[in-house]
């Protein structure tokens, strides 16, 4: 076994890979870029090693950096995680050649699977079966429009180096094919320097289904199916083990195809064999298809660790300083279910675009097992992904699974930043999954259901407005340090202002009033209620109050010598979202536009955002340049009303 190791990755996943190593008797080094310096996975190593830079072209996609850092450190090997080098056989290569080793399959194996199209020929000569498509060299975009007639639409466009749901887009007619066709090629190129792509069959009511696959060079096993149906812009979301409805045939011939596809390329270590299946019948052994390989640890693989009571790290540790796989086929089984929801920094009710900020509070449920690599005072950057971190349950059966994932998505409190912690909760609780009806169409589909925004009342506001005041109440009198019984202040919650009245009768006993309603709070061993109704649990962080309800709902104290103003009230102005590069302009001074119009793209946390027009105008000014980069808040360009 290895002494020590170097975890080429930063967040949840360097955490996870630390924790394992360590329980084992192995020394970790962290690497980390100059926004990283600080962070959870270089505090939890043993030592650690300065990168530079904050985007990951100057830090984490370093090879020669990471390798000398291996090597001044003293490390045997390096874990690459998953993202970043995880799947780069250049990378792999040169690793061996300084004489370290790779904790991962061979860069043939990588090779081989790596690029899309080659992979699907290899699969068919496996006898793997395959998604009719074409998966051919020539990338003429009237040929490739020719190909996509032939299969039939709807059709999806792959990039063939991609992953992650980049370079990906669902075309349902001819008519938006070369628009589509431009988009998957850009995003592709800029995602992994590669604007090739493969076209297939898009299959209508599809569910997504994987297999867990791992090898030791000779022979590999499989450790049962996840199914990762639930997904929202082609990245998954809530994913499980087993997959619902699925049968002992059905998982005996999607495993031994996925050994297959493994003992073909003599894969060696963990790895995921993906499958596009058709629902629409049920599960059949003669309805399932590969889509790709993922040569690396999945994000998911917790629930398969929760089902089998594997762990895969330690596997991929001791498979790497060369043992054999630990156990035959015929000695693993799969006991109980268990989920894993996705937390991210991104605001669901905006099309899931990433957010960023300062997490000021931080608590995880009692009830899951949470992977995570933040911690409160950390901040969400805008160079990486926005995940925050992984909640797991498991249970005997799915139904208890999954009401010990509602409970874990309640209990979770996050203050700082947006994410989706409401809408996994609106998931978890929606009718047609808890039945154990998915597909990848079910998130697009009932979106507006999943999103719906919970009303903020005026009770809310009154309990913002006492937990505004309990840091100052005195403890031996009615007054508060303030010194007076009355306080007023202004509570802003997105448009919305309450005005907030708050007196205090004694250290116990507060009444707010709020849009003329009276809400009367007391306080007994410790604890706060109104109506024998107990307040929400809550979080401050300097001037801003979350109140933790069924969705976190954040106020702002207002500055009584603040005077708001409106910058945008005619909504001119097309500002960015976030912090990120323009990829494109579509637009320039002096052009129509209609409300909708495609005016720019703007590429932030490796994903494409087009900005759109909110109004009919005409463009006044383009203040950006293509290629430039800009902060949040930003004005791209200015619009005027056309002149009648």
């Not at 080094?29 to 904050?54: N, Y």
């Not at 109704?533 to 309800?549: E, G, L, S």
Request: charged residues 20%.
């Amino acid at each position: 076994m290895f002494q020590k190791i170097l975890i080429a990755n930063r967040g949840e996943i360097a955490c996870r890979v630390i924790e394992t190593a360590q329980s084992m008797g192995v020394a970790c080094v962290a690497v980390h870029s100059d926004v990283d310096a600080q962070a959870k996975h270089v505090a939890m190593a043993d030592e650690a090693v300065s990168l530079g830079g904050a985007a990951p072209a100057e830090s984490y996609l370093r090879g020669d950096a990471l390798i000398a850092a291996a090597q001044s450190t003293g490390a045997e090997a390096i874990h690459p995680g998953y993202g970043f080098l995880s799947e780069n056989p250049e990378f792999v290569d040169a690793v061996e050649a300084a004489g370290l080793v790779f904790i991962g399959p061979s860069s043939d194996a990588i090779r081989a699977m790596g690029l899309k199209d080659a992979a699907k020929v290899l699969m068919e000569q496996a006898n793997v079966p395959v998604v009719p498509g074409y998966h051919g060299e020539t990338q003429d975009a009237d040929f490739l429009a020719q190909q996509a007639a032939e299969i039939g639409y709807p059709v999806m466009i792959k990039a063939v180096a991609g992953g992650g749901g980049k370079g990906m887009r669902i075309v349902e007619t001819a008519d938006g094919f070369a628009e589509a066709l431009a988009s998957a090629q850009g995003e592709a190129m800029t995602g992994f320097g590669n604007a090739d792509v493969l076209i297939e069959k898009f299959i209508q009511n599809p569910r997504h289904i994987e297999i867990q696959v791992f090898g030791d060079g000779v022979r590999a096993v499989h450790l049962f199916e996840r199914d990762c149906s639930l997904q929202r812009r082609h990245q998954k979301v809530l994913e499980e083990a087993p997959a619902p409805g699925m049968t002992a045939e059905v998982r005996e011939a999607m495993g031994q195809a996925a050994v297959r596809a493994a003992e073909a390329i003599g894969y060696k270590g963990a790895g995921t064999v993906e499958f596009i299946v058709d629902g629409s019948d049920g599960l059949r052994a003669d309805r399932f298809w590969f889509m790709e390989m993922n040569t690396r640890l999945q994000v998911e693989h917790p629930v398969t660790e929760a089902i089998t009571g594997v762990d895969l790290v330690e596997w991929q540790l001791r498979v790497a300083s060369g043992e054999p796989i630990p156990v035959a086929q015929s000695d693993l089984t799969l006991t109980g279910h268990s989920f894993e929801a996705r937390l991210y920094a991104e605001d669901a009710n905006n099309n899931f675009l990433p957010a960023i900020g300062r997490i000021s509070h931080l608590e995880f449920s009692e009830g899951c097992r949470a992977d995570s690599g933040v911690r409160a005072g950390d901040e969400i950057s805008p160079f990486y992904d926005p995940m925050v971190a992984k909640l797991i349950t498991y249970g005997a059966t799915r139904d208890i699974a999954l009401a010990k994932m509602r409970r874990a998505l309640a209990e979770t409190h996050l203050a700082g930043t947006v994410t989706n912690l409401g809408f996994l909760a609106q998931l978890a609780a929606h009718e047609g999954f808890a039945k154990g009806e998915v597909d990848t169409g079910l998130i697009a589909r009932d979106y507006d259901q999943l999103i719906e925004a919970q009303g903020v009342t005026a009770e809310l506001a009154a309990q913002a407005g006492l937990f505004a005041v309990l840091p100052t109440l005195g403890r031996d009198s009615g007054f508060a340090l303030w010194g007076a019984l009355r306080q007023s202040l202004e509570l802003a919650q997105g448009d919305d202002v309450f005005g907030v009245s708050v007196q205090v009768h004694s250290p116990d006993h507060v009444s707010v009033e709020v849009q003329e309603q009276m809400f009367d709070f007391v306080q007994k061993a410790g604890m706060w209620s109104a109506d024998g109704q107990a307040v929400h649990a809550h979080a401050i962080a300097q001037d801003q109050i979350t109140v933790f309800a069924a969705q976190a709902v954040a106020f702002q104290i207002k500055d009584p010598l603040d005077r708001a103003t409106d910058n945008d009230a005619s909504g001119n102005s097309v500002a960015a979202p976030m912090p990120g590069v323009v990829k494109a302009l579509f637009v320039s001074a002096g052009d129509t536009v209609q409300k909708g119009d495609r005016l720019a793209i703007l590429e932030a946390m490796k994903m494409e955002h087009a900005l759109l027009a909110g109004m009919d105008g005409v463009v006044s000014e383009v203040p950006c340049t293509e290629g430039g980069q800009v902060n949040a808040g930003d004005v791209l360009i200015l619009m005027e009303e056309a002149s009648e």
